[in-house]
C-alpha cells in the first residue's frame, strides 16, 4: 500500500508560471496523493486557476485566505494534511514525474523520516539542463544532516526538494510575516529526524526570476526580517553546541548576502556588521568552511567596502 502524500504549494501573483507546476504535480508517477494549493489572496487568476484544475483531479484541495505570506500559506496546508508524509513545491518551479516516487523510495529504503534530493536551475524562457554524474546517495543522523546543510555541503535549507515525515511539524510552523522563513525552520526539522537520506538526482526545477523575494532589491523589510530570524535562531545555540562552527558559517554566510547588497543608509547596518565581527575569525579559520566564505572573512578585515568591491568585480567576470 502506498501512503498518502501531502503536497503543499502555495500561490501568489504567478498565474503565469501556476499551471506547468500543477501539471508536473498531477503526473507523478506515485500517484496516492493530495495537493493543497493554497490561493495566499493573490490579485491575479491564481485562485480561478487552482479552482479549474480541482475540478479536473479530487486529489487537489483548494484553500482560499486572505494574503498572509509564504509561512502562512504553508502553515494553513500544515495544519489541514493528513499525509505520512509532506513535500513542499514553490509555484513557479516544477518537479520531475519521479520527484515524489524518488524522495519516498529513497526513504523506504534507508527507513529514513527526511529524503532530500538535488535541483537545476533556470531562467524565465529557458528549460533546466540536466547535468550527467554517477548517482550517489548518502544517509546522516539528523545532527549530521544539519551541520551539512550549515555548510551548504550538498543541499540548503530550502523547504522545496525535500520530503518530510509529517510528524515533524508537530509543534513546528514556517514564522509568519517573515522572509526567508526557511533558514530558521528546515533545522529544526531536520534536529528531529534519526535519519535523513540524500542523492543527487536532478529532479526539482527552481526558475530563478528577476521579480521574485529573492531576486527583488533589498528592502528595509527584507533586511529587518534577516535580523529577527537571526534572533530567532540565537534562541536554539545550545541545541547547536556540537555543530556551532556549521552554524556560524551559515550565519556569516547569510550576512555577506546581506550585507554585500544592503542601502549604506540602512538603520541597522551595524547589527549586521557587529555579528559578522563577532563570528568571522571562527570561520576564517574552520577548514570545512565554504571558500568563498573563508576568503569574505579575511577581506572583511579591510572593511565591507572592499569585499563588496572584490564579489562585484567577480560577478562582472562571469
Known sequence: MQPLISIIVPCYKVEKYLPKCIDSIIKQTYTNLEIFLVDD??????????????????????????????????????????????????????????HIEGLYSMIQRYQAEIGINTFITFHDGSAPLPHPKSPKEYVYTGLEATEKMFYQEMFDNSAWGKMYKSSLFYNIRYPKGLLYEDLPTTYKLMLKASKVAYNNNETYYYLLRADSIEGSKFTPEKLNSALKLMELMEQDVKYLQPIIKSYYCRIVSFIFHMVLQMPEQYEHKDLFYNKLKKYRRTVLLDKNARKKTRIACFFSYLGINTVRYLFNYINKRR
Open 41 to 98: 489572496g493573490s490579485p491575479d487568476n491564481c485562485g480561478k486557476i487552482c479552482d479549474e484544475y480541482a475540478q479536473k483531479d479530487l486529489r487537489i484541495k483548494v484553500i482560499h485566505k486572505t494574503n498572509g505570506g509564504l509561512s502562512d500559506a504553508r502553515n494553513v496546508a500544515i495544519d489541514k494534511m493528513t499525509g505520512e508524509y509532506v513535500v513542499f513545491v514553490d509555484s513557479d518551479d516544477y518537479i520531475a514525474p519521479t
